[in-house]
């Protein structure tokens, strides 16, 4: 991964919140869930940019919609 940086983040009481949640269900530090949606959204975007279609879909409900980076 090479030299680590030290940075500051400001987030909504709103977002710090959800951040927290997505940290305790995943027993997963506040930093390991930053990078771990940082290289989430890289693959996206990579597989978008290369023209694919990704999709999220609801079997249940049959629902299918794709998913846009906006």
């Known amino acids: 991964m090479g030299e680590k940086r030290t940075m500051t983040l400001n987030l909504s009481e709103e977002e710090m919140n ?31 940019q290369k023209g694919e279609h990704i999709f999220v879909e609801d079997d249940l409900h049959q629902i299918r919609a794709e998913l846009l980076l906006v």
């Open 18 to 48: 959800s951040l927290d949640q997505l940290a305790l269900r995943n027993d997963m530090s506040k930093t390991a869930v930053i990078r771990k949606a940082i290289r989430i959204y890289l693959t996206l975007e990579k597989r978008m």
